[in-house]
């Protein structure tokens, strides 16, 4: 039989939405499908990409609008798509979705979907790039055949500001390839960072943007003083510099450790004696679900889709954003109680294998993809308990 072709679409990216992309990449059912990508000319896990073995097209595409370049892209890309009659376009992220959708209407391309990752409207935003964004996405919408959002709050969030139908927007809970985390845990990291062998660990691991409120995360440290724990930041991004400094200026130089990005997470998470996401803004944070698998208690912002897997007191403590004395009082409180940080932590390992594994979030995606080819009437697919395709219409 003929394999459908996907060809995955992301914007310049680390972190949560990379690796969303590498699992699906890695998981989809190839007997079905023939899978491929299409990233920015900077990409940095080139390598990743070809150990999972799928087709590889770069593009100049940029993560802020650049005419030049994303006219460039647009046109690669849908002779890309025509040529290799790729049946189904699956963008990552609103730039991404931008160019894809553009290209996939010049190519005609049958299946349209764009993964909605984080909020579409930041609120420091001027009202004025919002109302442009919004009319935008009103008008792209309409050559979308399905979008899907990691939370349901996002969902919401879409059905509200854009006036889209309901039955046009899934969500599909972002997934934890759990197997990843039965490694022993990498103690040596914190001896390479030079962190004090004595006291706990407290770990943030975000994009260091302002969307992830890291500074909320220094000013509540600095209100802790009296506690001996480390705290480490794991991650890189535009604010890097500044924030050090800051870190500086609150005297945090010899209890913040800045450790930059790291491939090997999850044999650092479970090092970690909490996890705190300071978040202004969010979709479905795959760090928090990483924290919760590898057994770590969590102290999260109330933003996003952050509330749909955190439920305070029980799987995690919840604060409001931008609130570092809130914040300072949560971490204290699981310093403190390790009765609760324990129980916490087993709520939330348990919540991860019933409702957010890499297999529910695959069987979902491969659902969606039969039901949109079955809407186009490009074939009528049927899968047995092997996933191997029966009836080829």
């Known amino acids: 039989m003929t394999k459908i072709r996907v060809l995955h679409l992301i914007r310049p990216a680390d972190g949560g939405m990379k690796n969303h992309l590498l699992d699906l990449l890695r998981f989809t059912n190839r007997k079905v499908f023939q899978v491929e990508v299409a990233v920015p000319e900077t990409c940095s896990y080139k390598t990743e990409l070809k150990e999972i073995g799928v087709n590889i097209l770069t593009l100049p595409l940029k993560g802020k ?4 370049e994303d006219w460039q892209t647009i046109w690669k890309l849908s002779r890309y798509l025509k040529r290799h009659n790729i049946t189904i376009i699956h963008t990552h992220g609103s730039k991404a979705a931008l160019v894809g959708r553009i290209a996939a209407l010049v190519a005609k391309t049958p299946v349209v979907l764009f993964t909605v990752h984080n909020s579409i409207f930041y609120d420091h935003w001027p009202q004025f790039i919002k109302r442009i964004l919004s009319f935008t996405e009103k008008l792209m919408s309409q050559c979308t055949t399905r979008i899907i959002t990691v939370s349901n709050q996002l969902r919401n969030q879409i059905i509200e500001m854009e006036n889209i139908p309901k039955e046009k927007i899934i969500t599909i809970y972002n997934g934890i390839n759990t197997s990843k985390f039965k490694h022993s845990p990498s103690r040596s990291f914190l001896q390479s960072l030079g962190v004090p062998p004595v006291g706990k660990v407290v770990g943030v691991v975000a994009r260091l943007a302002t969307q992830k409120g890291i500074i909320h995360f220094l000013k509540a440290v600095s209100l802790m003083k009296e506690y001996q724990a480390n ?10 510099e500044s924030l050090k400094k800051e870190s500086e200026n609150l005297g945090l130089k010899n209890r913040v450790f800045f450790a930059g990005y790291r491939s090997d997470v999850y044999q650092i998470m479970p090092v970690m004696d909490i996890f705190v996401l300071p978040s202004e803004t969010e979709g479905l944070p795959l760090t928090i679900l990483e924290a919760m698998t590898a057994g770590v208690p969590v102290v999260a912002t109330r933003v996003g889709g952050v509330t749909e897997v955190v439920e305070n007191q029980k799987t995690g403590l919840l604060v409001q954003p931008k609130d570092p004395h809130s914040l300072a009082l949560a971490i204290a409180q699981l310093l403190e109680d390790e009765k609760l940080a324990k129980e916490i932590a087993g709520a939330a390992k348990q919540l991860i294998e019933e409702k957010f594994t890499v297999e529910k979030m695959i069987d979902e995606t491969m659902d969606l993809y039969q039901q949109v080819l079955k809407e ?18």
């Open 65 to 68: 609008i650049c005419l030049q």
């Open 231 to 240: 705290f480490v930041i794991i991650g890189d991004g535009p604010l890097r």
């Open 376 to 393: 186009k009437e490009i074939l009528s697919v049927k899968y047995n308990q092997q996933n191997i395709l029966l009836d080829n219409g």
